[in-house]
Each structure stands twice: as structure tokens, then as C-alpha cells.
């Protein structure tokens, strides 16, 4: 069972908007932050943003206003909606989920193409 499965990517126009969902198996135990980060070719991975157990939100300052991290814990579930989405946001999106132990688990990612 994959621990961590991230869905929602895809192709967009700029301008558009899409929705990521990211869904942790119940084999993950003690749930604690979860986030978003992306790459882009010849880029380091970096911090979208992340939400912790209490619904705390942070996120990078190129998304600040655009972008909406939120979650679901009864379903071990974080969404990312992106709206006016730009060029500058293609990337492969990683979904993030930590514990309350030293350990954190990473998805497999998603392609975001923002394209005309």
C-alpha cells in the first residue's frame, strides 16, 4: 500500500485554477503537519505550503493569495487550490505528510503544466 498518493494535476491555462488532493493510508500513524512542495526543472524542491494539526496555515510568498491549503484529518486528507495559476507554477507537486515521530513521508508526486 503506498503511503502517500497525491491526485489532481494536470495541464491548465494560465490564469485557470486546479485543486490537488493528497490522501495519507491509515497505516501512517500520528499525523501531525502536512504540506505541499514543488519542482521545477533544474529548480530545488520548495515549500508551497503546510497546514498543521490545528488548521495553522504558512505559505510561500510567490502563492500568498492564490493559494489554499486545507484538510480533512477524519480522512488523513490535505487539498491544494490553485487559482491564477501562471507559467511560474509548472512543477512536479509533492505532497508531505509528517509525524509526531522524526519520520515524514513523501508522495509521489504530480505534474502542474500552466500552458497556453
Known amino acids: 500500500q503506498v503511503p502517500v498518493v497525491e491526485s489532481g494535476g494536470g495541464l491548465v491555462q494560465p490564469g485557470g485554477s486546479l485543486r490537488l488532493s493528497c490522501a495519507a493510508s491509515?497505516?501512517?500513524?500520528?499525523?501531525?503537519?502536512m504540506g505541499w512542495y514543488r519542482q521545477a526543472p533544474g529548480k530545488q524542491r520548495e515549500l508551497v505550503a503546510l497546514?498543521?494539526?490545528?488548521?495553522?496555515?504558512t505559505y510561500a510568498d510567490s502563492v500568498k493569495g492564490r493559494f489554499t491549503i486545507s484538510r480533512a484529518n477524519a480522512k488523513n486528507t490535505v487539498y491544494l487550490q490553485m487559482n491564477s495559476l501562471s507559467p511560474e507554477d509548472t512543477a512536479v507537486y509533492y505532497c508531505?505528510?509528517?509525524?509526531?515521530?522524526?519520520?515524514?513521508?513523501w508522495g509521489q508526486g504530480t505534474q502542474v503544466t500552466v500552458s497556453s
Open positions: 508531505r505528510v509528517f509525524t509526531t515521530s522524526p519520520y515524514a513521508y
Open positions: 491509515g497505516s501512517i500513524l500520528s499525523i501531525n503537519a
Open positions: 497546514i498543521s494539526s490545528g488548521g495553522s496555515t
